[in-house]
């Protein structure tokens, strides 16, 4: 999937975040040692409906409770959990309102069905968090699809490379202070339920040290906590950083069906760039890749691209119609499915890695400006290749 944030810095949907999580069944067992739960609602222009809470984990989701709203829209839910958690309230007609939820959690909601965005929760501190953290991720992504708007619309215009540049670089620099944002979110929220959620827009080929950070904090601090344990199974896959390492093999078939080894070019720079036809973000970004190894092929520099297309035409299309001369194109045709994705743990495009004439993985992920100075640096004092 292409992440709706539009740029490799993956400025993602708030319901992306969503699909991260979801209800599990637990263990009954003394869950009515304590109190329970209490949540009074008032959804106006939603008279004589359900309502459902579910309890958001990673990867699973099932339903808690239910109630039915009176004829002004008022609703009361009482029950018990387990442990503190994520839970969602949500409507017959798909609007959701997101709590942290523990036996002894008194919440009132106030909320419109027409204006879903705008609600208001009074009783629970660590629900308020969550609600104004929620609150400005949907302000960011508003200035992100804002400054993409405006850089797609001047692309289109045909107006010259520099000012187009002025919008690219706009555009990148609120991607940018997006996910400093939602880094520094996780790095210093003093509820760790929320800096979960807040952690779900983390992208592991980005943000590496954060997610072990993260994953140390809350192993110290919550180890018990089967919020944590999730944490854990689901990065654990991502805790290891290739940087620093040699290269792992790709041996794929090329646009002409010739099995193309990674290996095989061993002894020059590699930008090893994963990319697809039908992911914008990368259709974007290969004018400057061009660019890139027109300036440096013959100072033992090449791209080595490998495809997550799933149809041939598609990518070969792609490939002669953005003109990424290069002789390396790769592709299983799998899309996701990708053995060279689960070894490169790939979970979003564009992404790269730059390999040192030793094999050595030197860098990941770097593109734009960041990309044409490392190179600049590496190659601009290396003797030409004849």
């Known amino acids: 999937m292409i992440p709706i944030i539009k740029s490799r810095f993956s400025h993602q949907n708030i319901l992306l975040v969503i699909t991260l999580f979801g209800l599990i069944t637990l263990n009954a067992c003394n869950w009515f040692a304590v109190d329970g739960y209490k949540i009074q609602g008032t959804i106006e222009q ?179 906590s089967i919020y944590t344990k999730k944490y854990i199974d689901k990065f654990a896959q991502y805790v290891e950083d290739l940087v620093g390492k040699p290269f792992i093999e790709i041996e794929l078939p090329n646009l002409e069906q010739k099995i193309i080894k990674l290996s095989s070019i061993k002894g020059k720079y590699i930008l090893l760039d994963f990319w697809a036809s039908w992911c914008p973000p990368c259709r974007n970004e290969n004018p400057s890749l061009v660019a890139l190894y027109q300036k440096y092929k013959k100072k033992n520099f090449t791209i080595f691209s490998v495809s997550l297309d799933e149809n041939a035409g598609s990518w070969f299309d792609a490939v002669k119609n953005d003109k990424l001369e290069w002789p390396y194109h790769v592709s299983e045709l799998k899309r996701w499915g990708s053995q060279a994705c689960k070894n490169y743990y790939i979970n979003e495009i564009p992404c790269n890695f730059l390999i040192d004439t030793s094999g050595i993985i030197i860098a990941r992920n770097i593109h734009g400006e960041e990309l044409a100075t490392k190179l600049q640096q590496i190659l601009e004092t290396k003797p030409s290749n004849k």
Request: aromatic share 10%; no cysteine; proline share 2%.
């Open 46 to 224: 939603y008279d004589n409906q359900p309502v459902f809470l579910d309890e958001l984990l990673y990867g699973q989701s099932t339903t808690i409770d239910t109630a039915i709203t009176n004829s002004q829209g008022e609703f009361e839910m009482k029950g018990h959990v387990r442990e503190a958690g994520i839970y969602r309230l949500r409507t017959s007609t798909a609007h959701e309102y997101y709590l942290i939820v523990d036996s002894k959690t008194r919440i009132k909601i106030a909320a419109n069905e027409k204006n879903p965005l705008t609600y208001t929760l009074t009783g629970s501190t660590e629900s308020a968090l969550l609600h104004d953290f929620i609150d400005s991720v949907y302000a960011h992504n508003a200035a992100l699809n804002k400054a993409s708007e405006n850089y797609l619309m001047m692309q289109k215009n045909g107006i010259n490379d520099s000012l187009l540049q002025v919008y690219k670089t706009q555009e990148e620099k609120v991607a940018t202070n997006y996910m400093v944002f939602v880094r520094n979110y996780v790095d210093t929220s003093k509820h760790y339920l929320v800096a979960i959620f807040a952690s779900s827009l983390l992208k592991p080929n980005l943000d590496l040290k954060t997610i072990k950070k993260f994953a140390t904090r809350l192993e110290k601090q919550f180890p018990n």
